[in-house]
């Protein structure tokens, strides 16, 4: 079975520019998450899908952060303004439903904003 | 709130040694613990998890974990390791499955 793809695999843009970040869930997971690790720290949810609604986006910072889930597949998330310490890798994943099942993760996108 | 401990950042050892990644936690509720591996590159990878019964749990590639309540830590063991061991591993405690916290990882490095 096909794993999480995510697009592209390295992003380097300049502060206050906008990036977009684009994933693609395995087939028939419910389930998506966007997570932010940070060089030296463990991976942060920013936000999860059920389906195609928002479950949990508590930390996600709505002031630039953004993302959708139109179709219940396809995910994007877009940064716009970028910030110098939003450089990091930007993790997918997904799984079949909610709770404490596996989450698989795709291989995360690193962004650099200089 | 929870939070994960994961002390050593660094951890060497030699092929074929045995090899210990601690991992505590805190919660003010009952959780459920992961470790996840990370091949450079690549992403997180399910070792293993704990979600109740036995607190010795065994994982893919040899490893296995033992969840200690009344520690709550949730070490992570591997008898004999191997050069393709080398990875960043990573400990996780959700209280429901929706919400995962994860520690700031441990590298190791296997030493031919």
């Known amino acids: 079975e096909a794993g999480v793809a995510q697009s592209p695999r390295y992003k380097i843009i300049e502060k206050r520019q906008s990036v977009a970040f684009w994933c693609n869930p395995i087939s028939g997971h419910a389930t998506l998450y966007w997570y932010q690790q940070i060089l030296g720290q463990g991976p942060k949810l920013l936000i999860q899908?059920?389906?195609?609604?928002?479950?949990?986006d508590s930390q996600l910072p709505k002031d630039r952060f953004s993302a959708e889930r139109l179709k219940g597949v396809d995910s994007t998330l877009k940064i716009q303004p970028a910030k110098l310490e939003d450089s990091a890798v930007y993790l997918c994943?997904?799984?079949?439903?909610?709770?404490?099942?596996?989450?698989?993760f795709g291989p995360g996108t690193r962004l650099t904003v200089l | 709130a929870q939070s994960v401990t994961q002390l050593d950042s660094q951890v060497p050892v030699f092929e074929e040694a045995p090899v210990e990644l601690r991992c505590n936690y805190s919660?003010?509720?009952?959780?459920?613990l992961f470790w996840y591996v990370q091949y450079p590159n690549q992403g997180l990878q399910l070792l293993l998890k704990y979600l109740s019964g036995s607190t010795l749990v065994k994982g893919i590639n040899g490893f296995e974990a033992e969840f200690n309540k009344s520690q709550t830590s949730f070490h992570l063991r591997k008898p004999s390791v191997h050069i393709s061991d080398t990875a960043e591993y990573f400990c996780?405690?959700?209280?429901?499955?929706?919400?995962?916290?994860f520690g700031t990882g441990t590298s190791l490095t296997v030493i031919p």
């Open positions: 919660s003010s509720v009952s959780v459920y």
């Open positions: 899908f059920q389906n195609n609604g928002v479950v949990d």
């Open positions: 996780a405690v959700t209280p429901t499955g929706n919400q995962f916290y």
């Open positions: 994943a997904s799984s079949l439903a909610r709770g404490i099942g596996e989450q698989f």
